[in-house]
């Protein structure tokens, strides 16, 4: 026998009463599984309290109340945030200081004020407001974040979406629809170990995206590094310099950059950046200024003092990847175990952030959710990575293994694994007749 022969058939393949057979066998798993009375959730990307806890140290900061230059940052001012956060910061983003804004703790409240101020004032290279057009449109990666396409739809722009690969999104549709279609304002884009699909962008990809002919002058890239330091693996994924190509080819005001440390201190205290060129940067400043008269930059002295150094980051993640890396391993580990022969799933293995996508057999993603969920473990509803939560394939899942406790993730994915397989069969033998 060859090694070919003793491969097991993929599930589709194999003879109606061999798949009979397994239908009724995985109907017997899922009420055993059901039985067992589980209460686990794969649903939001959080860190873990371990990983918060890598933190704490925060709380005994800072150390006194005056930066660097001797600013009290108990009081009023300092709109763009603390110099020497905006240094460290820069360093690791690839940006200049002056390219970067040192904020509050959600990077997601500067994209939301990014947007309406583009629709109430266009940005610094608009003819007029966005919201002047008669139709906004943005390009969206898919599978991407769910609350990028939600804040689109709550702003009245619409969407269009093209594939996202491993290198990114397909760059050739990028472009055809943005030098074709002037109400294509921008695109989303998350560029290192994106949420869900872990892609990192290449520098090729970057390099047209950055020097694209696009129909509307005044088109955006969205770039949202949420997870630029956030690598699985000893070999740390490099970020593009979006703001530096995008100079080079004459669109010097085409990228925004945000990012933060809610996955690197606190999710719910840390401190977010959005940076560009130094025009973006007053722009975003000038409309911000309408509202505030300064970040918490004792927050911002905090994380100062607590990194140190734009190594004292790299080191703190290290820490991170040493407690959730062997969570993405166990996911793998039971995929391959439990799916890996049959044919009714495809999932990443992504080398940095926080997500796993699996795609299962077209037409069965909310099934398994739904039985998943009657099981006890709570995944993301079905189409929540598509605009309008709406996943034309009905395939995809995001799985989001970084809070649950070690023998939790292993609990839930083999859960996960019994409903995948359920739902196949199930699909199989309907599609039979
Ligand atoms: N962008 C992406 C791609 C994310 O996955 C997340 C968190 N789920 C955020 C932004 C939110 O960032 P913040 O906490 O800085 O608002």
């Given at each position: 026998?060859?090694?070919?022969?003793?491969?097991?058939?993929?599930?589709?393949?194999?003879?109606?009463?061999?798949?009979?057979?397994?239908?009724?066998?995985?109907?017997?798993?899922?009420?055993?599984?059901?039985?067992?009375?589980?209460?686990?959730?794969?649903?939001?990307?959080?860190?873990?309290?371990?990983?918060?806890?890598?933190?704490?140290?925060l709380?005994?900061?800072?150390d006194?109340?005056?930066d660097?230059?001797?600013?009290?940052?108990?009081?009023?001012?300092?709109?763009?945030?603390?110099?020497?956060?905006?240094e460290?910061?820069?360093?690791?983003?690839?940006?200049?200081?002056?390219?970067?804004?040192?904020?509050?703790?959600?990077?997601?409240?500067?994209?939301?004020?990014?947007?309406?101020?583009?629709?109430?004032?266009?940005?610094?290279?608009?003819?007029?407001?966005?919201?002047?057009?008669?139709?906004?449109?943005?390009?969206?990666?898919?599978?991407?974040?769910?609350?990028?396409?939600?804040?689109?739809?709550?702003?009245?722009?619409e969407?269009?979406?093209?594939?996202?690969?491993?290198d990114?999104?397909?760059?050739?549709?990028?472009?055809?629809?943005?030098?074709?279609?002037?109400?294509?304002?921008?695109m989303?884009?998350?560029?290192?170990?994106?949420?869900?699909?872990?892609?990192?962008?290449?520098?090729?990809?970057a390099?047209?995206?950055?020097?694209?002919?696009?129909?509307?002058?005044?088109?955006?890239?969205?770039?949202?590094?949420?997870?630029a330091?956030?690598?699985?693996?000893?070999?740390?994924?490099?970020?593009?310099?979006?703001?530096?190509?995008?100079?080079?080819?004459?669109?010097?005001?085409?990228?925004?950059?945000?990012?933060?440390?809610?996955?690197?201190?606190?999710?719910?205290?840390?401190?977010?950046?959005?940076?560009?060129?130094?025009?973006?940067?007053?722009?975003?400043?000038?409309?911000?200024?309408?509202?505030?008269?300064?970040?918490?930059?004792?927050?911002?002295?905090?994380?100062?003092?607590?990194?140190?150094?734009?190594?004292?980051?790299?080191?703190?993640?290290?820490?991170?990847?040493?407690?959730?890396?062997?969570?993405?391993?166990?996911?793998?580990?039971?995929?391959?175990?439990q799916?890996?022969?049959?044919?009714?799933?495809?999932?990443?293995?992504?080398a940095?952030?926080?997500?796993?996508?699996?795609?299962?057999?077209?037409?069965?993603?909310?099934?398994?959710?739904?039985?998943?969920?009657?099981?006890?473990?709570?995944?993301?509803?079905?189409?929540?990575?598509?605009?309008?939560?709406?996943d034309?394939?009905?395939?995809?899942i995001?799985?989001?293994?970084?809070?649950?406790?070690?023998?939790d993730?292993?609990?839930?994915?083999?859960?996960?694994?019994?409903?995948?397989?359920?739902?196949?069969a199930?699909?199989?033998?309907?599609?039979?007749?």
């Amino acid at each position: 026998m060859t090694a070919q022969d003793s491969q097991p058939l993929p599930l589709a393949q194999r003879p109606a009463e061999e798949v009979d057979a397994f239908l009724t066998r995985e109907q017997e798993a899922y009420d055993a599984l059901r039985a067992a009375g589980l209460t686990l959730d794969l649903t939001r990307g959080k860190p873990a309290p371990a990983q918060l806890a890598l933190a704490d140290r925060l709380l005994d900061l800072p150390d006194g109340f005056t930066d660097r230059d001797g600013v009290d940052t108990r009081n009023y001012g300092g709109l763009a945030g603390l110099a020497e956060l905006r240094e460290m910061f820069a360093e690791l983003l690839g940006l200049e200081p002056a390219q970067l804004v040192a904020g509050g703790n959600a990077s997601l409240v500067m994209m939301r004020e990014v947007l309406v101020d583009l629709v109430l004032h266009g940005a610094v290279d608009s003819e007029r407001p966005w919201g002047r057009e008669d139709k906004i449109t943005f390009i969206c990666p898919v599978p991407g974040y769910d609350r990028h396409f939600t804040l689109l739809d709550w702003l009245g722009i619409e969407t269009v979406t093209v594939e996202m690969g491993e290198d990114g999104p397909d760059v050739e549709e990028v472009a055809r629809l943005a030098a074709s279609d002037p109400s294509i304002k921008g695109m989303w884009l998350v560029p290192t170990y994106a949420n869900p699909t872990g892609s990192v962008v290449t520098q090729e990809v970057a390099e047209r995206l950055a020097s694209m002919p696009t129909a509307a002058p005044d088109f955006k890239i969205l770039w949202d590094n949420a997870y630029a330091l956030h690598h699985l693996t000893p070999e740390d994924a490099k970020t593009a310099d979006i703001v530096s190509l995008a100079a080079a080819a004459g669109h010097p005001h085409r990228p925004i950059v945000f990012a933060s440390t809610s996955k690197i201190t606190y999710a719910g205290a840390g401190v977010a950046f959005l940076g560009g060129s130094v025009e973006t940067v007053q722009w975003y400043l000038a409309h911000l200024g309408q509202g505030s008269i300064g970040p918490d930059k004792v927050n911002q002295l905090r994380h100062v003092q607590f990194f140190g150094s734009a190594q004292g980051v790299r080191d703190h993640m290290v820490r991170h990847r040493e407690i959730i890396a062997p969570k993405f391993a166990e996911v793998d580990r039971v995929l391959e175990e439990q799916l890996g022969d049959l044919g009714v799933a495809t999932w990443t293995r992504p080398a940095g952030g926080y997500f796993v996508s699996l795609d299962v057999l077209d037409g069965t993603a909310t099934r398994v959710i739904a039985l998943a969920k009657e099981a006890g473990v709570a995944l993301t509803p079905a189409g929540s990575a598509f605009p309008g939560s709406h996943d034309p394939r009905d395939r995809n899942i995001r799985l989001a293994p970084t809070f649950p406790q070690p023998a939790d993730v292993t609990a839930a994915m083999e859960a996960v694994a019994t409903c995948v397989r359920l739902a196949a069969a199930e699909k199989l033998v309907a599609d039979r007749g």
